[in-house]
DNA sequence: CTCATAGGCTAATGGCATTAGCCTATGGGC
DNA sequence: GCCCATAGGCTAATGCCATTAGCCTATGAG
């Protein structure tokens, strides 16, 4: 049987990250979705409650689909490996999809529908400092100084901001240093 | 004589401020300033091109705003003085401010009319890290990982993107800390 | 076979940016 | 002191977008 487009709301939400991906988040519109899904927009009010919630699934399906890379990538590793491996994910992710990074809140902490997401994304980092051996605290600030790091760098790559992209590689491995010699310094 | 409220371009910007202030980056419409200004909104097509270019326009304002504290702060001193106090400026000024900040660009040198202010800001950083004797290469990426700390650590903070407001001051502590060594590491 | 419903559609409302064109006060040149 | 260009306000109109209401049809469960 040919398998009908029944336009769940998964499809929507991907379509969507199609609409962010070439036009960046500002251009994420229910207008365009719907035009890219062959459907006039009122339409997507049976899939989506508002754009709000649409942005905001398209914000965990991002959240996720980093989650599960990130994932994939550490396995297996520990150690200054597994970090260095993991900030090195994180870079890569952003630069495959930049315009999809801007679409990600800041804060998916504070939303139910993200806070699981959030979460888990953040518990990667965390697991992936276990090898450490930090304990409780200690290792909640080795992971928000991580945040920082990676999202600080991803942010400004990502928009373009560096004046030049020259030596960005090296830049990347000096804060990759720095943030090794941190937990280093912290044990 | 009674000064007229002549709504000059630099007054618009004001105004327009003080709604990211409030409302936040998606917030700054035409139609807002119009209104606090008093005026209709096609009114403010005297003053600014577009909605686009007031935007822009706010960035540099906010980017001027910036360089002008940082500077104030960083002045008579140096070395890890000078690193620590502009970053703790950093942090302040986006606490003061988290809405705003969400409002600049991450790209100002993409924009000719931004460019000069973002120049300007990073100049200060540069400026502050001169008496650790860096030549070149090496001052530029010593400029950039501070520009990462700062940048990231501001941004998830002004989001409320930590999970709890808990022991922040000690993570940036940290943060502090650890590019202090990064400092020390180089020369 | 029937009928509830999923999922599409059209029509209508209201907010916003932007453009065109009008109108008035004012201040600089004479 | 007079005259007019212009700065700076206004109304009207267009077009895009989100959102709501209400209609219509095919389909699949009973």
Redesign the interface.
């Known amino acids: 049987m040919v398998v009908k487009k029944s336009l769940t709301p998964a499809a929507v939400v991907e379509v969507a990250l199609g609409v962010v991906d070439e036009h960046g988040p500002e251009g994420l519109t229910l207008a365009a979705v719907a035009q890219r899904c062959g459907v006039v927009t009122p339409s997507l009010y049976k899939h989506v409650a508002s754009l709000g919630e649409l942005k905001t699934l398209v914000g965990v399906r991002v959240l996720e689909d980093m989650t599960e890379q990130f994932t994939a990538t550490a396995l297996g590793r520990s150690g200054d490996d597994a970090v260095t491996t993991l900030m090195h994910a994180y870079r890569a992710y952003v630069a495959a999809h930049p315009k999809r990074y801007a679409a990600l809140?800041?804060?998916?902490?504070?939303d139910p529908i993200q806070a699981a997401a959030g979460q888990k994304l953040i518990g990667v980092m965390l697991a992936t400092l276990r090898s450490y051996g930090l304990e409780g605290?200690a290792a909640?600030?080795a992971t928000?100084?991580l945040?920082?790091?990676?999202?600080?760098?991803a942010?400004?790559e990502s928009?373009?901001?560096?004046?030049l992209p020259e030596?960005l590689d090296?830049?990347y491995d000096?804060?990759i240093?720095?943030?090794l010699?941190?937990l280093r310094?912290e044990s």
């Open positions: 809140p800041m804060d998916p902490m504070h605290p909640i600030q928000r100084r945040r920082v790091l990676v999202h600080g760098f942010s400004i928009a373009g901001g560096f004046g030596d090296e830049t000096q804060l240093q720095m943030y010699t941190s310094n």
